[in-house]
């Protein structure tokens, strides 16, 4: 059974720092990414990672969002660095695998809140 548990969400201060891990099992997955979700809009892209390591990022995170992942643990990381407030969502983990089609499993969410 394919699972994706998140963790290091939390409440930061402008400017702050936070690490969101996300720990896949259950299958091998190919590209794995974070996106975020606020109330009344759709869920977006933050940034996504290869397997073989080619990065993709929002603009808007371009410069303080690095994604990074350790494909021995299955895990995938998000370093967030100078968060704004209009950074405050659910990040929710993402990770592709292949099960008879490609399949794109879902973590259960994690809040981040940035104070100004």
């Known amino acids: 059974q394919v699972q994706l548990v998140e963790s290091g969400g939390g409440l930061v201060q402008a400017g702050g720092s936070l690490r969101l891990s996300c720990a896949a099992s259950?299958?091998?997955?190919?590209?794995m990414g974070w996106y975020r979700q606020v109330p009344g809009k759709q869920r977006e892209l933050v940034a996504a990672i290869s397997s073989g390591g080619s990065t993709n990022y929002a603009d808007t995170v371009k410069g303080r969002f690095t994604i990074s992942r350790d494909n021995a643990k299955n895990t995938v990381y998000l370093q967030m660095n100078s968060l704004k407030p209009e950074d405050t969502g659910v990040y929710y983990c993402?990770?592709?695998?292949?099960?008879?089609?490609?399949?794109?499993?879902w973590g259960q969410g994690t809040q981040v809140t940035v104070s100004s």
């Open positions: 993402s990770a592709q695998y292949f099960l008879y089609v490609t399949r794109n499993a």
């Open positions: 259950g299958s091998i997955f190919s590209t």
